[in-house]
C-alpha cells in the first residue's frame, strides 16, 4: 500500500490536508494556526464551578468558555495546580527532581472540592470548538512525541497495547526505565518499535525541552493565554502515522516544504526528499484528483458501490446516517 499526503495552502494561516492510501482519499484534515487546537495547552481562568454537572467553565481566551469535567482533572491535579502556583510565583524550576507531589484525588470525587472560581489552572485542548460550543479540555497533561508520551506528574511506564511482541515490550520498558526523569511518567508508543535507547533519548529530550518552554512561557504569562502551542496539523500528522509505505508529500507552499524537510530530518532522516513542491497552474487538490473525491465524499449523499448509498444527515445533537440499497433487485 503506498501513502501520500497532498497538502493545500488555503490562506497565510490556514491549509487543507488529504492522506492517499493507493490514490483513495482516507482522512482530510484543515489547520489553522489561528484557532485553537487539540494539544495545545493553555493558562486559564476558572470562571464557574457547577457541581451539579461535575464540571467547571474554564477562560482560555475563546469567546465560548471551555469545558472541563471532573474526570478530565486526571488524577494528579492538585500536583498540576500546586506546579501552577509555585511557577506563577516564581518558586517552583521546570524540574521534578525535588518536587512533592500531593496526594491523588478520588476518581469519584466533586470538582467543587477541588476547583474554586477565579483560580488559574494549566489545562490542555483534548476537542477544538464546534459550532455553539467551546473547546473540551482536561487536566491530565501530555507531550507527544515521535516515539513516546511524557506524562508529568506521573511515576507510571507503559507500552502501547499494539505492539504485540512481549519480549520487545520488555526490551522498550527496561530502556525507558533507565532513562526516564523524576517525576514523569512514559507512554512508548507504537513507532519505538525496535528503537535504540539513543533514539528514544533523543526523542525524550525534546519532550523535556517542550516542558522547560512551557514552564519559562507560564513565568510570564497572565490568564488567559496560549502557553505551548502542539505542532502544526501536517507535522503531527506525520509524527503519528509516518511508517515505510509513505512514499510521497506535495505541498504547494514553499515555506510549508521547507518546514517539513526540517521536521523529517529530525525524527526520519533520509525521509525528507520524499517532501515534493507542486508548482503547476491547476489547483493542487484538482490536479490530484482530491477535489472530486472530496465533493463525492462530503455530500449529503455518499455512493457506496454496488447500488449501496448512504444519506447524512447533519443535526446540532448528532450526525443521521441512511443507510439505502437503492433500486437493486435480486434475480433467480
Known amino acids: 500500500m503506498s501513502t501520500e499526503l497532498i497538502i493545500n495552502s488555503r490562506t497565510a494561516s490556514e491549509v487543507a490536508i488529504a492522506l492517499l492510501r493507493d490514490g483513495k482519499l ?6 489553522n494556526a489561528d484557532e485553537f487546537a487539540v494539544g495545545d495547552i493553555y493558562l486559564g481562568k476558572i470562571k464557574k464551578v457547577v457541581p451539579g454537572l461535575n464540571a467547571a467553565f474554564v477562560d482560555v481566551g475563546y469567546e465560548k468558555d471551555a469545558f ?14 500546586k506546579f501552577t502556583k509555585r511557577t506563577l510565583t516564581g518558586k517552583q524550576r521546570w524540574s521534578l527532581t525535588d518536587f512533592t507531589p500531593e496526594p491523588d484525588i478520588d476518581k469519584n470525587g466533586s470538582i467543587d472540592k477541588v476547583l ?5 489552572i494549566l489545562v490542555q485542548i483534548a476537542k477544538e470548538p464546534i459550532s455553539t460550543k467551546g473547546p473540551r479540555i482536561t487536566s491530565e497533561l501530555s507531550l507527544a512525541g515521535r516515539y513516546i508520551v511524557l506524562v508529568p506528574f506521573s511515576n507510571r511506564i507503559s ?12 526490551r522498550l520498558r527496561r530502556l525507558i526505565q533507565s532513562i526516564c526523569p523524576k517525576g514523569f511518567g512514559i507512554i512508548v508508543r ?5 528503537c535504540s535507547v539513543a533514539e528514544l533519548d533523543a526523542d525524550l529530550q525534546n519532550l523535556v525541552q517542550k516542558w ?9 504569562l497572565k490568564a488567559p493565554s496560549r502557553a505551548l502551542r502542539e ?14 509505505s509513505f512514499n510521497s508529500i506535495t505541498t504547494d507552499d514553499t515555506d510549508l516544504g521547507d518546514e517539513l524537510r526540517d521536521y523529517l530530518k529530525k525524527i526520519e532522516p533520509g525521509k525528507e526528499e ?18 472530486r473525491q472530496i465533493k463525492s465524499s462530503f455530500g449529503r449523499s455518499v455512493s457506496m458501490g454496488k447500488g449501496v448509498y448512504l444519506i447524512i444527515e447533519h443535526t446540532e445533537a448528532m450526525h443521521v446516517i441512511d443507510v439505502n440499497s437503492g433500486n437493486r433487485t435480486n434475480s433467480n
Open 26 to 31: 482516507t482522512e482530510l484534515h484543515y489547520d
Open 68 to 81: 472541563l469535567h471532573y474526570h478530565d482533572l486526571g488524577p494528579q491535579i492538585r500536583s498540576l495546580n
Open 116 to 120: 474554586k472560581p477565579g483560580q488559574t
Open 159 to 170: 507500552v502501547s497495547s499494539k505492539m504485540r511482541d512481549k519480549e520487545e515490550k520488555d
Open 190 to 194: 507504537t513507532a519505538a518499535q525496535d
Open 212 to 220: 522547560k518552554t512551557l514552564h519559562r512561557q507560564m513565568q510570564r
Open 231 to 244: 505542532l502544526n496539523r501536517v507535522s503531527a500528522l506525520l509524527r503519528d502515522i509516518l511508517n515505510d
Open 274 to 291: 520524499m517532501v515534493k513542491q507542486y508548482q503547476g497552474r491547476v489547483p493542487i487538490f484538482d490536479q490530484m484528483g482530491v477535489e
